[in-house]
């Protein structure tokens, strides 16, 4: 008898997303995470004791799934004061983070069909941090060529110094 007054609460009043942004960012997880566990499936898996290089993803992936279905789970059960409501685009800071992103690889390697030679570590992560830094409202030059200048001191010391990797640290002068 019980079970038919639920069925019957739920047949008149469907299901609502309390919180829309656990919601979302839970899809979001489910997503990336499936993504991953896809992409590792084509590597050997292995087992426990001897792990294969799909080992890692395959299980970061279905983690990130199953955290995501527990993040929608929660949405749609737990009931928040604000409802968490989605806002508008944001579309400046979304733009300069991902022309940001693109920016870097293509000052960093170069792109030879587009006659762009490569720029190097450094100018590559100014570029980076100062095109990221527009996307605030409270964007000061100085405060951001202060954090370029320990971002590019940071990345060539931990990646050219310390692991010794060959990446260009700055362009080719014309003439040298």
Not at 35 to 49: D, H, I, K, P
Not at 151 to 172: H, M
């Amino acid at each position: 008898m019980h079970a038919r007054c639920l069925l019957r609460a739920a047949e008149k009043e469907p299901m609502h997303i309390k919180n829309q942004k656990d919601f979302f960012a839970g899809l979001l997880f489910i997503v990336a995470g499936l993504g991953f566990a896809f992409g590792a499936s084509g590597y050997t898996v292995g087992e426990a004791a001897r792990m294969g290089p799909g080992y890692f993803p395959l299980l970061l992936g279905i983690l990130l799934a199953i955290l995501g279905g527990i993040m929608v789970f929660k949405s749609l059960v737990v009931e928040t004061l604000s409802g968490e409501r989605i806002g508008a685009w944001a579309f400046k800071p979304l733009v300069c983070v991902i022309g940001a992103n693109l920016l870097f690889g293509i000052l960093l390697g170069g792109v030879a069909r587009l006659g762009i030679p490569p720029m190097g570590l450094i100018v590559a992560v100014y570029a980076l941090t100062i095109v990221a830094a527009r996307a605030s409202a409270q964007f000061k030059w100085r405060e951001v060529l202060v954090l370029a200048t320990l971002l590019a001191a940071g990345s060539w010391a931990t990646f050219v110094w310390a692991l010794g990797l060959a990446i260009r640290v700055w362009p080719d002068w014309p003439g040298a």
